[in-house]
């Protein structure tokens, strides 16, 4: 296991142009059974460019990309920045009013996109964009079996599989942007309203992956399976970043324990990136004897903090290095390889720098509320980073005009300049007038061995204004009771940070990058009659 030790990386593809050439014969991307070489992809992303192209899309415009995990994503990612385009990666599962309002607020000259064959109309999200913005182009992928689904397609939409199959190809797909110019397009999580798009140029985007690059040293003979969702800026990094270095990556749609186990035998997996939630699914469902996991050579996690005893689990049963990474959308990004920082609770130290001109500048601090001078080391805070230049938003206000981005997450820095991270500022629970984050009180909560996974959210209280209510997952030998769990509590959090309510779910929502989806579970908790055990009002 790694203790901070240095790594030499060996740098990145500079585009994947560069990668396809250097590397045409070898695998590239491995999705649905069948596995594309550096070179089919190559020519792949050519054609779709010189198809877009034909199409009228050029530099600025841009398109969205609505499908799941695919070499088919991999090639319109790489189209698009290949023709000069603007990528918008979103989730593959918007309804058609979700999406509609994605294509108008960006202006897209495209949107790409998979029918849904279990909805009732497949297309109807393609229906609804068309209506919305008749002069955006609708590109129909087919789903794996050829199927469009939906009855048929107006004769002015696209096949994906058409366009891919082109006559001409680019010559010279280098991104053609300038430095300054958007090379893409990130959504926020949007789990409070709708999202905000970070405008993100090419050589910002290089930088942070070759950040993580310089914290692991992915190579040629790496295998880095991805589930997670590559329309998210995580799951996006880490698949182009698979690829730069000359890796494969084996693509799959959705996460299950069992088919993310059969993966990791079946393709010698190297790199394994997931969520906390799920690494302790897969160790759940880990078994020596019917399992392989030996290739594994790095664990690759974020969203959430990373508890000890699954720390423990996955060294004994993996055996991996762990690279936990903690960020942004915007761009700000602090990671650790030291499993010292993790079992301290360190999500990593802020000393990545982005190009010249562009933020973050390399340095973290917290903030009180309403506060212009950073709070000595080791106070809470609002975790800030330093941002010389504004992060640009499309179509909405600058954010960090005074030189910091402010995160919205509470946290501290240690003297030392690691990062510790206790809750987001509008997630805390006002308890009698006294603020309690949810994420600390819900870390505390899974350590109780009858705790499989927990969140907590606020309650209406007559007395309090608002109780902390532990929504928990019982493990295997059954679940605490409220007081059984208030007492193993007692010794590691303050009185009124105790949960005054024990609500017992069958799972915890979570977002598509693993981060709990609070409104969500608290409507669950309020809007069922979903019994719950609590203590008197007030007590």
């Not at 790496?222 to 698979?242: E, K, N, Q, S, W």
């Not at 290095?321 to 360190?346: A, M």
Request: aromatic letters at 6%; charged letters at 20%; hydrophobic letters at 40%.
């Amino acid at each position: 296991m790694t203790g901070g030790r240095s790594i030499v990386a060996e740098p990145l593809a500079p585009s994947m142009h560069d990668a396809c050439r250097r590397w045409a014969d070898r695998p590239a991307v491995t999705a649905n059974g069948t596995t594309t070489t550096f070179g089919e992809l190559g020519r792949g992303v050519a054609r779709l460019a010189a198809s877009y192209r034909r199409l009228g899309i050029g530099p600025g415009d841009r398109v969205v990309c609505q499908l799941p995990n695919s070499v088919e994503h991999v090639m319109a990612v790489n189209a698009a920045w290949a023709a000069g385009a603007v990528h918008v990666g979103t989730d593959s599962d918007l309804t058609g009013p979700e999406l509609a309002w994605l294509a108008d607020h960006t202006g897209a000259a495209a949107v790409v996109l998979r029918p849904d064959l279990r909805a009732a109309d497949p297309l109807a999200p393609a229906r609804h964009v068309a209506a919305a913005s008749p002069g955006t182009r609708i590109i129909v992928h087919p789903d794996p079996t050829g199927g469009m689904g939906g009855g048929p397609a107006p004769r002015s939409w696209h096949r994906l599989d058409e366009l891919l199959a082109g006559p001409d190809e680019l010559d010279d797909w280098a991104p053609p942007h300038g430095p300054a110019d958007t090379g893409h397009l990130l959504l926020t999580s949007g789990t409070t309203g709708r999202p905000k798009a970070v405008m993100e140029t090419l050589p910002a985007c290089w930088a942070k992956m070759q950040f993580f690059a310089d914290a692991f040293a992915p190579g040629p003979d790496d295998v880095h399976l991805l589930y997670l969702p590559m329309a998210h800026v995580f799951g996006l990094r880490l698949a182009m970043l698979a690829l730069l270095s000359g890796g494969r990556l084996v693509l799959t749609e959705r996460f299950s324990p069992a088919g993310a186990l059969r993966l990791i035998g079946q393709e010698a997996v190297t790199v394994l990136p997931g969520m906390p939630a799920h690494f302790t699914l897969l160790l759940d469902a880990f078994d020596p004897e019917a399992h392989r996991a030996g290739s594994l050579r790095w664990a690759i996690s974020a969203a959430s903090s990373f508890p000890r005893p699954l720390l423990d689990r996955l060294d004994e049963h993996f055996s991996v290095d762990l690279l936990y990474v903690y960020g942004c959308s915007e761009n700000f990004t602090v990671l650790t390889t030291d499993r010292d920082d993790v079992r301290q609770g360190s999500v990593g130290r802020a000393v990545f720098r982005g190009p010249a001109g562009t933020p973050p500048d390399g340095r973290v601090a917290v903030f009180g509320p309403g506060g212009t001078t950073p709070l000595p080391a080791g106070t809470v805070g609002e975790i800030a980073f330093g941002a010389a230049s504004p992060v640009r938003y499309w179509r909405a206000p600058d954010a960090a005009t005074d030189g910091w981005y402010r995160t919205g997450d509470l946290g501290r820095v240690d003297p030392d300049g690691r990062v510790y991270i206790v809750g987001r500022l509008k997630e805390l629970v006002n308890r009698g007038g006294l603020h309690v984050s949810p994420a600390e009180v819900e870390t505390a909560v899974r350590l109780h061995p009858g705790v499989a996974d927990s969140a907590v959210v606020a309650t209406p209280d007559p007395v309090l204004g608002e109780a902390v209510c532990a929504c928990v997952v019982a493990a295997a030998g059954g679940a605490p009771t409220l007081a059984e769990l208030r007492d193993f509590l007692a010794p590691v959090l303050a009185r009124h940070k105790l949960p005054d309510e024990l609500c017992l779910v069958e799972a915890i929502p979570r977002t598509k990058i693993g981060k709990v989806d609070r409104p969500a579970l608290q409507a669950t908790v309020l809007g069922t009659g979903q019994a719950r055990q609590r203590l008197r009002p007030g007590g």
